[in-house]
């Protein structure tokens, strides 16, 4: 069964730090891989987004996510953490079974102090 | 283009109740997904529609159901509350697999 675990339930960094939030995955196949990002009281958006091709993919707000298919691995890094990016994290997994549906992670939740 | 709009955007039901929850994906997406976000759980998948036909169910009792219409617009039922319906439920959009854009979500609270 497919599956998405990030470890952290939160995280805490000072702003100008850099960031890395961890995901490992568990897909059978090649997965499509997802990064969301939720502020309080607002749906979810999409960071970026891994299907194929280059294993390093650059998303919106300075993010960027490996793809490590050894270590099962997709983790979100981000150089140097502004406040705003104060929010909850979604690691997600697409699988296609007779059906494509979304797998999320429970979430991360970034806190950034001054 | 507008988003994904979700109505209403916060609900106050009491036990027993059935509620529906309404999704108008972005205009030109065929596909629109629903999700239950709850602090214990998470986020859970619950159904895709495709072209007016669920296309994948997440495990979630019978309680649950959905529909689309013609014109990809979505609706979510749930009947005879209970209180662990209480959640965030989040309605997705897309056009091609897995590039996902949601809504801002129905709170709803059941008392």
């Known amino acids: 069964a497919q599956s998405v675990t990030q470890p952290d339930i939160h995280i805490t960094v000072s702003e100008g730090a850099s960031l890395e939030l961890r995901c490992n995955y568990s897909y059978g196949a090649t997965p499509y891989l997802f990064w969301y990002v939720q502020s309080p009281g607002q749906g979810l958006q999409l960071l970026l987004k891994y299907f194929s091709g280059d294993t390093l993919v650059q998303g919106i707000k300075g993010f960027e996510a490996e793809f490590k298919r050894s270590q099962s691995s997709f983790n979100l890094r981000k150089p140097s953490v502004h406040w705003s990016d104060a929010a909850e994290y979604f690691c997600?997994?697409?699988?296609?079974?007779?059906?494509?549906?979304?797998?999320f992670g429970a979430g991360t939740r970034l806190f950034v102090k001054a | 283009k507008a988003g994904v709009t979700q109505t209403p955007r916060y609900l106050i039901k009491t036990r027993g109740q059935q509620v529906t929850l309404s999704c108008s994906p972005i205009s030109g997406h065929r596909s629109v997904s629903w999700y239950q976000q709850t602090p214990g759980q998470g986020l859970q998948f619950l159904f895709e529609y495709f072209s007016e036909t669920q296309r994948n169910k997440g495990n979630f009792p019978g309680r649950f159901s959905g529909r689309q219409f013609s014109n990809s617009r979505s609706e979510m039922n749930v009947s005879t509350l209970e209180l662990g319906d209480s959640a965030l439920y989040l309605c997705?959009?897309?056009?091609?697999?897995?590039?996902?854009?949601f809504g801002p979500g129905t709170r709803l609270t059941v008392l």
């Open positions: 997705a959009s897309s056009s091609d697999r897995g590039r996902r854009f």
């Open positions: 997600a997994v697409g699988a296609n079974t007779g059906g494509f549906k979304t797998i």
